[in-house]
């Protein structure tokens, strides 16, 4: 059996240890025998096309280099080379803008002049005010609790409503207020935890007017959960309004009792005039409603046969009479004039009743009205035409379907109780996921629910609910295009973290986009949390657009030293090879004064904790080096942009424009042996004896130069042989000996790459 070293120069088998050969290499003049020795090729030589060089023309054994000055397509990305303008994390971070990184601007507490009946900030309204000297002012409201607030632009704080007395004195939730001709009309619902959050008497005001009025459209509309603004089929502008409870004009028989186990209600009137079999009603004062289900109706006596504990447990009451109100959660009603001088019209119903309305959406482009529920998505046409567009959510049903939905930018976007987001396109009749566990699938903590939407035309605002802490994160979305792809792009610009043991109160929170005032936009932000433990809330506002557009656009003790970057993974497309890591160099803006810096962290291999680097505080370059010998597969940046001064008029954030992290890369050494081998019978060999089988040797050389797979090479001094393969056009035969009477001689040369990397 051949033997390297010992019978011949070296061994050539087949990978399975099969048809090994031994071969004698050609001497020099001298008598010397050698084996030449080099490390195969790392990459393929690279040809420049024509044009510009790039940031990655230079040999990656010389200068590997990660350059990223763009990360608009938001939060994320895993790889860079996946996903070469995203981040993988960001905290008080705007990247909104193309080639820059900036802290968000500060989420502003504001003032409340007069104290509040509860401190539970909702919703919002930009309601037109007249004035003698400016014409047409748009004016913003707050409400807080019970109470209106009107915003002080001279104050920069607000002032309550009225010396303190609410339009109605009870505990009600205000939603988001409709501009609606000439007033401002604003939906609302108990703010108490019974009857399922009930509708409520909405309110409006006047142009003419800094009152607000309380509707008393008693019997059709006064109290509509939802609303939204349309056009008839005249084309005239309506009010839409759903989720409805009337007055039906009935009592219960004064001076009874209904405790919790009587099913048999009687009434001062014949109820059959208002309510029938499988409606719902309502019994009780605010605080203790209770919804029942309605099986019969009779007269003579009058009496109402019902099931308890409808949707909420049975309670006793004792008051001596009590009102019934119709509820009619899958109604809605549309209005010319919501004042108190006119009217709603009759109720048309969409869908089932016990899949309740929980938003509207009026969609201008194709003049449809559409009204969610708890089980899909219904489209009301200008004639009154009713049909479900979403049938697939019959089996997805969940109560907080869709609360929230908004329109934006041609968007019907839909909030998933279950968390999650839906985009329904409906000239296409389809429904998209665009959730951010579709964008950012690893960043958990953002998949919860959607609480409320708002937006200008080129930015959504976004309140989400961690899923498993009290945490409401404020996000920006824009529609980016890459690559042929337009996608939802997410941005993490606040958070608000639940006081102690308070909860969030889901319905409570919303938020609002003004952009009325010149040279400012705000978007504001309604918070409220359960009262376990003591906390006072006001509406928040944080500033977004140009910087200098706000006198108060600065970044406060919220931000300083918050904004949080982390970058994707960079690889330089060849994870399982070294590099080495030699600098990072940061294009940036403003730092220095105010004590603006930008730290700079690392991973090496995704370990599970950071190293610092450094902090640049020079604009606009800076360099920071590595420690020596950072070697890495895989490589991650942590980015802090930090301030130490903040308030008004710290105006200006740090900016990177662009990094550059410059190493080399480093593979493991994969050596390539070339052999002149001399072939011919009667040679002789190491130990002695001669060679006998020239041909039979040649014709095994050229199948393994064919062949794919690999043989095992053994080597002097080597040990066990190791797997090597054949390199493609090394093979080349030259014939040294053709003497009469005697068979050809071969020197025959070739190049074997030695697959096992040494060291």
């Not at 001076?255 to 009587?262: E, F, I, N, P, V």
């Amino acid at each position: 059996m051949p033997k390297a070293g010992i019978t011949h120069d070296i061994t050539i088998e087949d990978h399975d240890t099969s048809n090994r050969r031994g071969f004698m290499l050609a001497r020099d003049k001298q008598g010397r025998r050698g084996i030449t020795r080099k490390d195969a090729e790392t990459r393929r030589p690279r040809v420049l096309s024509m044009g510009e060089l790039t940031q990655a023309e230079l040999p990656p054994e010389l200068e590997l280099s990660w350059f990223q000055e763009d990360w608009a397509l938001g939060i994320g990305g895993v790889n860079h080379r996946l996903d070469p303008k995203r981040t993988a994390v960001t905290e008080f971070i705007d990247a909104s803008t193309p080639g820059v990184i900036r802290l968000a601007r500060a989420l502003n507490a504001t003032t409340l002049n007069g104290t509040a009946n509860s401190p539970e900030p909702s919703g919002f309204a930009l309601a037109q005010d007249r004035s003698t000297t400016d014409g047409l002012d748009p004016v913003l409201w707050s409400f807080v609790g019970q109470d209106p607030y009107k915003w002080s632009e001279s104050d920069g704080d607000w002032d309550i409503y009225n010396s303190g007395t609410p339009p109605q004195a009870i505990d009600v939730i205000y939603q988001n207020g409709i501009q609606f001709g000439t007033n401002t009309v604003v939906p609302a619902w108990y703010g108490a935890a019974d009857a399922n959050e009930s509708p409520y008497f909405y309110i409006y005001k006047a142009i003419d007017s800094d009152s607000w009025v309380v509707s008393n459209v008693i019997t059709t509309g006064a109290r509509m959960k939802y609303m939204a603004k349309g056009r008839n089929s005249s084309g005239d502008e309506i009010l839409w309004g759903g989720n409805n409870l009337s007055d039906t004009g009935i009592n219960t028989n004064e001076g009874a009792l209904l405790a919790a186990d009587d099913v048999t209600i009687t009434t001062h009137a014949d109820p059959r005039s208002a309510i029938a079999v499988n409606d719902m009603i309502l019994i009780g004062p605010v605080g203790s409603q209770e919804i029942m289900l309605v099986t019969a109706t009779a007269t003579g006596p009058n009496t109402i046969t019902v099931v308890r504990g409808y949707g909420t447990p049975a309670v006793t009451h004792t008051d001596a009479a009590h009102d019934i109100y119709l509820y009619q959660p899958h109604v809605i009603r549309s209005s010319t004039d919501p004042t108190n001088s006119g009217s709603w019209t009759s109720a048309t119903t969409v869908g089932v009743d016990d899949q309740p309305i929980t938003g509207m959406v009026f969609d201008e482009d194709n003049d449809i009205l559409f009204v969610t529920k708890t089980d899909g998505i219904y489209s009301v046409t200008s004639d009154g035409q009713v049909r479900n567009l979403t049938t697939l959510f019959r089996q997805a049903g969940h109560p907080g379907n869709f609360k929230g939905s908004y329109s934006w930018n041609h968007h019907i976007l839909l909030p998933s109780g279950y968390g999650g987001l839906y985009d329904f396109n409906y000239g296409e009749g389809t429904v998209e996921d665009v959730s951010i566990r579709i964008a950012a699938p690893e960043e958990t903590e953002l998949h919860g629910v959607v609480l409320s939407m708002h937006g200008d035309p080129v930015n959504l605002f976004a309140l989400v609910k961690d899923l498993t802490a009290e945490t409401v994160y404020l996000l920006l979305a824009n529609r980016v295009e890459f690559e042929g792809k337009t996608d939802f792009r997410w941005h993490v610009m606040a958070k608000h973290v639940a006081t102690g043991s308070n909860t969030i109160l889901d319905s409570q929170c919303n938020i609002m986009v003004d952009t009325s005032r010149e040279n400012r936009r705000r978007v504001w932000v309604g918070l409220s949390e359960s009262q376990g433990s003591a906390v006072a809330l006001t509406p928040k506002f944080m500033t977004f657009g140009n910087i200098n557009d706000d006198n108060k656009d600065g970044y406060t003790s919220t931000t300083l030293g918050a904004g949080v970057v982390e970058t994707t993974l960079w690889d330089a497309n060849l994870p399982r090879v070294d590099k080495r890591i030699e600098s990072i160099e940061l294009e940036t803006r403003n730092l220095g004064v105010g004590g603006r810096a930008i730290k700079v962290e690392y991973k090496a291999n995704q370990e599970a904790s950071w190293h610092l680097l450094g902090s640049a505080n020079v604009s606009p370059f800076f360099p920071l080096e590595f420690p020596p010998g950072t070697i890495a597969k895989v490589l991650q940046l942590k980015l802090t942009l930090n301030m130490t001064t903040g308030g008004d008029n710290a105006i200006l954030s740090p900016e990177l424009v662009s990094f550059r992290v410059k190493g080399q890369l480093r593979p493991a050494s994969n050596p390539v042996y070339s052999f002149k081998v001399y072939l011919a019978d009667e040679l002789m060999l190491l130990n002695g004896a001669t060679s006998r089988d020239r041909a039979g040797d040649l014709k095994k050389l050229r199948a393994w130069n064919e062949a794919s797979e690999e043989v095992l090479l053994g080597l002097p001094n080597k040990g066990t042989p190791m797997k090597a393969i054949f390199m493609p056009g090394s093979l080349s035969e030259q014939e040294v000996g053709n003497e009469t009477g005697r068979r050809s001689e071969y020197v025959v040369s070739f190049d074997v790459a030695w697959l096992t990397p040494q060291t």
